[in-house]
């Protein structure tokens, strides 16, 4: 018994055309309007569409590939350059901006090197300064207490200092030329400006041209001599103070302040010449 053959065997199954002769057999029909092919008519003219074979198709494929990939490998190259450029733009953005910090780094740095330099120098100026003010002031402080040992010595010849006195005091009374004044001195001193008060207010009379005026010797008396048991005590190493019977006016004109304007006025030189021979030492050494 023979069952019902199947659609896939050889018997049932027809050998299937060619693609080309396929194609040649349909390039003689045409559709119709019921959608059934009819053999084409045969036309007088040239075809205007030529049949094209396997080989025409294959080279015509071929050739769009190669068109499809040419136009592909010039666009990837196009998107590849734009790219690079791209990169390369956007390296050297960041290159300059990173050399940029950089440099404002560097200057921010070296500026404050130059103000830690400046500050240190003007550190180092000020210190020079004042140690040479600080030799200055101790030079200077020398001669003024060698100075002052020498005023010692004017009161001890009794002559001259008693000259000395007479002419303190007239100084004293010119500068006040008041009619009646309080005198000071040293305790030490009492004698010697008791015997020439008189004598100098003659002079002064002379030569202010004016009555001799009243000189009243005060009992509270000035500082004795300096010595070496007491070195920070008051001391005055002598001369005569002055002043108006009220108190207002004052003139000290003892050794010591006279030491003292002698030394402010002479300052100037005195410096200059330490100068000098500061100088002078370190060309010789």
């Known amino acids: 018994m023979g069952g019902p053959r199947r659609r896939g065997s050889?018997?049932?199954m027809r050998r299937r055309p060619p693609l080309m002769a396929t194609l040649a057999f349909s390039s003689f029909l045409h559709p119709s309007s019921t959608g059934r092919y009819y053999p084409k008519p045969e036309s007088s003219g040239p075809d205007p569409h030529p049949k094209m074979n396997d080989a025409d198709v294959s080279k015509q494929i071929q050739q769009m590939v190669r068109f499809i990939r040419q136009e592909a490998e010039?666009?990837?190259?196009?998107?590849?350059?734009?790219?690079?450029?791209?990169?390369?733009?956007?390296?050297?953005?960041?290159?300059e901006a990173e050399k940029k910090k950089i440099r404002q780094e560097y200057e921010r740095k070296e500026k404050q090197v130059q103000v830690r330099k400046k500050i240190e120098y003007s550190m180092q100026l000020n210190a020079s300064r004042i140690k040479v003010l600080q030799a200055q002031d101790d030079l200077v402080n020398s001669m003024k207490e060698a100075a002052s040992k020498e005023l010692l010595n004017v009161s001890r010849d009794h002559n001259n200092y008693k000259r000395l006195l007479k002419d303190l005091i007239v100084q004293s009374l010119l500068r006040l030329k008041e009619p009646s004044v309080l005198m000071r001195c040293r305790k030490e001193d009492l004698q010697l400006v008791e015997s020439v008060v008189d004598s100098a207010k003659a002079e002064y009379a002379e030569k202010a041209k004016v009555h001799a005026p009243e000189i009243i010797v005060d009992n509270i008396y000035l500082p004795p001599a300096p010595s070496h048991h007491n070195e920070h005590a008051l001391s005055c190493s002598g001369g005569v103070v002055l002043a108006s019977r009220d108190g207002k006016i004052?003139?000290?004109?003892?050794?010591?302040?006279?030491?003292?304007?002698?030394?402010?006025?002479?300052?100037?030189?005195?410096?200059?010449?330490?100068?000098?021979?500061?100088?002078l030492m370190q060309v010789e050494a």
């Open 10 to 12: 050889c018997a049932a």
């Open 74 to 95: 010039e666009k990837a190259n196009e998107i590849s350059v734009s790219a690079e450029e791209e990169f390369n733009i956007e390296k050297l953005q960041l290159v």
């Open 250 to 279: 004052v003139f000290e004109n003892t050794l010591d302040a006279r030491l003292d304007v002698v030394f402010r006025k002479k300052l100037p030189e005195i410096l200059q010449i330490n100068f000098l021979v500061g100088r």
